[in-house]
């Protein structure tokens, strides 16, 4: 079985500020792991995945995360956050290399001005 | 731009009724998953079709949901009859193929009362 933990349901943080969101996963074999952005009453976009290709894993909008498997971690993090960015963000894994994926509770990011 | 379109995007009914969801997926976009959101949690995969075919439902809750895809197009996810438990918001999301890039449509909240 495979799933992902995401480390406090809410984050605040000041616009211009690293932004740092925490997901830990278990999983029996190498994962596939995927971080997604949803705004209110909208669907999930892709941030960014990581296939093994590289451990740190740069997406759009200024995001990366990396991949340290001896913590089982895949923090997702944002230099300087911009008001754009206050939204909902969940980490997801597969077990295989498609998007039939396990989904974490989701964090909620504000930023303050 | 090429999107997932899902319609209703809110849908009121009550309990015990009937209530049905469409999902058109992006043009050529061969695999299709229903993901089902509660409030506060992360999305949790209902169906995965391949073209026509369902790869794994093994998480649809068979006795009341239903969900097919008969020309390997559009897709309907049917519940019936409707629990207050079933509020939530259905997403559908497609793909060019299982390992390419999965995107999300805007979904439909649906409310039981």
């Known amino acids: 079985a495979q799933s992902v933990t995401q480390l406090g349901s809410h984050v605040s943080v000041s616009e211009g500020a690293l932004v740092l969101l925490r997901c830990n996963y278990s999983?029996?074999?190498?994962?596939?792991l995927f971080w997604y952005v949803q705004y209110p009453n909208q669907g999930l976009q892709l941030l960014l995945k990581?296939?093994?290709?590289?451990?740190l894993v740069k997406g759009i909008n200024g995001f990366e995360a990396e991949f340290k498997k001896s913590e089982t971690s895949f923090h997702l993090t944002k230099p300087s956050a911009h008001m754009s960015d206050a939204a909902e963000y969940f980490c997801?894994?597969?077990?295989?290399?498609?998007?039939?994926?396990?989904f974490g509770a989701g964090t909620t990011v504000t930023v303050r001005a | 731009e090429a999107e997932v379109a899902q319609s209703p995007r809110y849908k009121i009914t009550e309990k015990s009724q009937a209530v049905a969801f469409w999902c058109d997926p992006i043009?050529?976009?061969?695999?299709l998953y229903w993901y089902r959101q509660i409030l506060g949690q992360g999305p949790e995969l209902l169906v995965q079709?391949?073209?026509?075919?369902?790869?794994?439902d093994s998480q649809l809750p068979k006795d009341r949901f239903s969900a097919e895809r008969l020309k390997g197009v559009d897709s309907t996810l049917k519940i019936q009859p409707a629990e207050l438990g079933d509020s939530a918001m259905y997403l559908c999301?497609?793909?060019?193929?299982?390992?390419?890039?999965?995107?999300f449509g805007q979904g439909t909240r649906l409310t039981v009362v």
């Open positions: 999301a497609s793909t060019l193929q299982p390992n390419t890039e999965a995107f």
């Open positions: 999983s029996s074999v190498p994962p596939y």
């Open positions: 990581y296939t093994s290709a590289a451990t």
């Open positions: 997801a894994v597969s077990r295989s290399n498609d998007y039939k994926l396990s």
């Open positions: 043009s050529g976009h061969a695999t």
């Open positions: 079709f391949q073209d026509e075919s369902v790869v794994d």
